[in-house]
């Protein structure tokens, strides 16, 4: 599969936003969830966000910790998917990741792509 590519991190004080994309085709989207994925020094790398249209349906997952804070969307125009984090805590400082799953459901246990470089996410307390 291919390897997807991800942009837009930087470095935020607590409670600003930032806006990642993820460059996915529209055939790639079409056909797999696309999740988003983080990896903070020391840890594993874990789910954060994930969606995907079945059938014409829309479907998003997301971690718990996330949930009310980032938004996870299509943009058609552009082939990404992007994620919009907002209200952020020094806690989601991380590497961002992006890469394809079976569906929503699956992706956190599962992905069907290459890593990627990820894309830095710093927040400053």
């Known amino acids: 599969q291919a390897q997807l590519t991800e942009s837009g991190g930087g470095l935020v004080q607590t409670g600003g936003s930032l806006r990642l994309s993820c460059a996915a085709s529209?055939?790639?989207?079409?056909?797999?969830?696309v999740g988003w994925f983080r990896q903070a020094p020391g840890l594993e790398r874990e789910f954060v966000a994930a969606?995907?249209?079945?059938?014409?349906?829309?479907?998003?997952k997301y971690a718990d910790s996330v949930k009310g804070r980032f938004t996870i969307s299509r943009d058609s125009a552009k082939d990404t998917v992007e994620l919009q984090m907002d209200s952020l805590k020094p806690e989601d400082t991380a590497v961002y990741y992006c890469?394809?799953?079976?569906?929503?459901?699956?992706?956190?246990?599962?992905?069907?792509?290459?890593w990627g470089q990820g894309t830095q996410v710093t927040v400053s307390s």
């Open positions: 969606i995907s249209w079945n059938g014409g349906s829309l479907s998003t």
């Open positions: 529209a055939r790639t989207v079409r056909l797999y969830a």
């Open positions: 890469n394809i799953g079976p569906t929503t459901a699956t992706i956190p246990r599962r992905v069907l792509g290459p």
